[in-house]
């Protein structure tokens, strides 16, 4: 199956700096998302954006289907924006939406 | 317009035991999706149910079966539970065209089996 890779695993910020947050895929997608899990677990929707870049306030997403990797950004961190944020990918319409392991962020005041 | 709604949000088994999950989608998403989530294998396809079929199979032992009923909503069963299934099953639905889609995803169940 398709292989998805994030880095980095864990990350800690001070709030107000910025990050920047990699996904790795082994083959070809149609389908890349990006999620946040919160600390209670819920997993939001954070981007849906199989190629080109998107925008949503502080976060944007950049996806170069051609190189297989995606990147997120966030800008001017705050504390809830602590959690996990995975990728999940999907080769072709039908298969099976596959996750990432996710980067653990933890955000300090 | 209301999320994805999960219930129970915990649950605590003994092994041997049978249990069944809950899942209502989003209004007008046809599509259902299950995941489990541990901390050792991080979040893995379940199964996906569209207009009551199942739609796509993950790799998950016979004890794992689902079914989706005509209003869309949608149950997993896990039987002869073991210690390995305490996890995080999560939910997610969709609109279920047929085109690659956003999923919108439950708060979960914690399940724990003693």
């Known amino acids: ?8 695993p864990d990350l800690i910020l001070q709030e107000g700096a910025n990050s920047t947050l990699r996904c790795n895929f082994s083959d070809s997608v149609n389908n890349l998302q990006w999620f946040h899990q919160n600390p209670w677990g819920q997993l939001i929707n ?21 190189e297989r ?9 705050q504390t809830t924006d602590s959690g996990v944020y995975f ?11 596959t996750f990432g392991t996710g980067t653990r962020l933890a955000v300090r005041p | 317009k209301a999320g994805v709604t999960q219930t129970p949000r915990y649950l605590i088994k003994t092994r041997g035991q049978q249990v069944t999950l809950s899942c209502s ?10 995941y489990q989530q541990t901390p050792g294998q991080g979040l893995q396809f379940l199964f996906e149910y569209f207009s009551e079929t199942q739609r796509n199979k993950g790799n998950f032992p016979g004890r794992f079966s ?7 909503r949608s149950e997993m069963n896990v039987s002869t539970l073991e210690l390995g299934d305490s996890a995080l099953y999560l939910c997610a639905s969709s609109l ?13 169940t914690q399940l724990s089996v003693l």
């Open chain 1, 1 to 8: 199956g398709i292989q998805v890779e994030q880095s980095p």
């Open chain 2, 25 to 34: 989608p989003i209004s007008g998403h046809r599509s259902v999706s299950w």
């Open chain 1, 46 to 66: 954070l981007f849906y954006i199989p190629s080109g870049t998107k925008q949503n306030g502080r976060l944007s997403a950049t996806t170069v289907a051609t």
């Open chain 1, 87 to 97: 990728c999940a990918v999907e080769r072709s319409s039908g298969d099976k939406l």
């Open chain 2, 96 to 108: 279920g065209t047929g085109g690659l889609e956003k999923l919108f995803f439950g708060s979960g």
């Open chain 2, 66 to 72: 689902g079914r989706q009923f005509s209003n869309s």
């Open chain 1, 69 to 77: 990797y995606s990147l997120l950004y966030i800008s001017s961190s």
